[in-house]
């Protein structure tokens, strides 16, 4: 099926039998969960029953009702954006992505709202929600907007003072660990979302330091980023 297929049988679903139609579609336990119905949920399902559903055990559920937010972000509810920002220290790391696809929603309909959510994880303590700001905009069908790809550049500049910023005996908890592998990515995007600013930007990162080392030999390796730096 696909996701306006999707869509309308959820819609024709009573809300009580949703939930279980969603688990016993998502593709779980799998390789791939099912990304097509996820979608479709954040386009059709109740508001009350997406917030539900972000509490949810069941991975898929939550997954469900966190991408809703985006949904419920555009159409006013500005009281979700501390939800969606807790959502993004999740453990669970589906439930993170579902973060930046509710944000990348977001960002389709209203890239100003996308910037200010951004900037605002990204100068978080917490390295899983500084890495929900730039997996969020480091999106490259968001990056045609000028102001969106200055927004890119500036986030992985952040998130990397994050990293930088982190003490030693802490760079190897697991958040952190998410936080340097989102970079490992993240930079490539950017760059190449506007390369005049994005290329300088990437060249004067510290690679003195090992992580940032890393970082910057895990991006260079990226088709995106290797095409312009050969060129």
């Known amino acids: 099926m696909n996701r306006a297929e999707y869509a309308d049988t959820l819609s024709a679903l009573p809300a009580e039998r949703i939930a279980a139609y969603l688990v016993a579609h998502s593709g779980l336990p799998g390789p791939r969960a099912n990304l097509t119905l996820l979608d479709a949920a954040g386009d059709v399902l ?24 985006g949904r419920l972000l555009l159409e006013g509810d500005r009281s979700l954006i501390g939800r969606l920002t807790a959502l993004a220290a999740d453990e669970r790391w ?51 907007v000028p102001e969106s790809a200055a927004a890119a550049i500036a986030a992985c500049q ?30 490539s995007v950017a760059v190449a979302g506007d390369p005049d600013a994005g290329l300088p930007a990437f060249a004067a990162l510290d690679v003195a330091d090992p992580d940032i080392a890393w970082v910057v030999r895990e991006n260079r390796r990226k088709k995106r980023l290797a095409r312009l730096l050969e060129a």
């Open 46 to 69: 109740p508001r009350d029953l997406a917030l539900g559903l972000c509490g949810e055990a069941e991975e898929y559920l939550a997954c469900c009702g966190t991408a809703t937010l």
């Open 158 to 187: 952040a998130a990397t003072d994050h990293l930088l910023g982190t003490p030693s005996q802490r760079r190897r908890s697991p958040a952190v660990r998410t936080l340097r592998q989102g970079l490992g990515y993240c930079w």
């Open 94 to 144: 589906r439930v993170r992505e579902a973060v930046a696809i509710a944000a990348q929603r977001v960002g389709d309909s209203d890239p100003a709202l996308l910037r200010e959510l951004v900037a605002e994880w990204t100068a978080d303590p917490d390295p899983l929600v500084v890495r929900a700001g730039i997996a969020a905009i480091c999106e490259p069908r968001l990056l045609g």
